[in-house]
């Protein structure tokens, strides 16, 4: 099984009619990076348990139903009285979404460390705000790094809100202490140069420097998603492997990223690659096909409105 660690919350969308410059409608859409790699799993049919907190509001109980209609299970979701975070989402060009939160007293940063984990669980997902606010993000913290011990495999995409971050420099330190815990990064381009500290257009040269020190750290692999453009891996062996993306109508981008975070975790799991040595060892065949399914996974999101991963009928 594979645990998923981190928020949901709720994005506020705006209404497709609305011209730009005036406020419309905004539509509430189930979300949160976690949350959407967690439902994606569940519908790709791996036995998938979510580490998070809800609230008892009305947000909260939907959030849980979804969980559950997704097969996820959710015997350990703590829930609290606190209100669900919100994220008021804008569009760019190319549907590319853009988010303002709001977090302060939400559910989410209350959860608290359950101890260790299930035996089953053999791979663990971290990422997004929750391995940013407190006290939610120590507790997480320790979960990786104890579960990392177990000798589970350790899947981390940071998925950098920016805005979020109060200290730079001092979460870019935190980062590189999870890494000797990471056996698989997972991050976009734009998160690689900002933990990189390059500013405006990053040089990919530099970029993929990066992604060798973040590897010498640590984790088995590193993955760089380049939006419509594919999806390169730092394989075990140091050798990149590059795969295009794959061609869609691009509604938005909301919940993009995290479904390729799942879809990677699936590959993994059917392919019973779940362990760091497994994930060193993939050769660049096995990581194209990977990639692959990842990238054919991502272009169905994309097809459609807010965070909505596919079945795996529909990629079957």
């Not at 559910?107 to 260790?116: H, K, L, Q, V, Y």
């Not at 929750?130 to 990392?148: D, I, K, N």
């Not at 999870?178 to 405006?200: H, T, Y």
């Amino acid at each position: 099984m594979i645990a998923v660690c981190g928020e949901a919350l709720v994005d506020l969308v705006p209404d497709p009619s609305t011209a730009e410059g005036e406020l419309g409608p905004l539509h509430p859409r189930l979300g949160g990076g976690p949350y959407n790699a967690a439902i994606a799993l569940g519908r790709l049919g791996v036995p998938v348990n979510f580490q998070t907190r809800l609230s008892t509001d009305r947000f909260g109980d939907t959030l849980l139903d979804r969980l559950r209609e997704a097969g996820v299970d959710t015997d350990a979701v703590q829930r609290g009285a606190e209100p669900t975070a919100l994220a008021v989402v804008g569009f760019g060009a190319g549907g590319s979404a853009r988010y303002s939160f709001h977090t302060a007293g939400t559910a989410g940063r209350f959860f608290t460390d359950p101890g260790p984990l299930p035996e089953e669980i053999t791979a663990v997902s971290f990422g997004t705000l929750s391995m940013v606010l407190e006290p939610g993000a120590t507790a997480y913290e320790s979960v990786l790094f104890r579960q990392a011990r177990s000798g589970a495999l350790v899947v981390l995409d940071p998925n950098i809100r920016a805005d979020l971050i109060d200290d730079a420099e001092a979460y870019r330190a935190r980062f590189g202490t999870w890494l000797g815990g990471v056996g698989l990064l997972k991050l976009s381009a734009e998160d690689a140069a900002w933990l990189a500290r390059q500013p405006g257009e990053a040089d990919p040269a530099e970029l993929i420097g990066a992604l060798r020190r973040w590897q010498q750290a640590g984790p088995a692999a590193v993955v760089l998603t380049r939006g419509a453009e594919g999806m390169t891996v730092l394989t075990g062996a140091g050798e990149l492997v590059e795969v295009p993306g794959v061609d869609a109508p691009v509604v938005d981008t909301i919940g993009a990223g995290d479904t390729v975070q799942a879809a990677l975790l699936a590959w993994l799991y059917r392919h019973d690659a779940l362990s760091e040595a497994a994930v060193r060892a993939l050769d660049r065949g096995q990581w194209e096909l990977a990639l692959r399914f990842a990238a054919s996974a991502a272009a169905v999101t994309v097809s459609r409105p807010g965070a909505q991963p596919p079945c795996a009928d529909e990629l079957d």
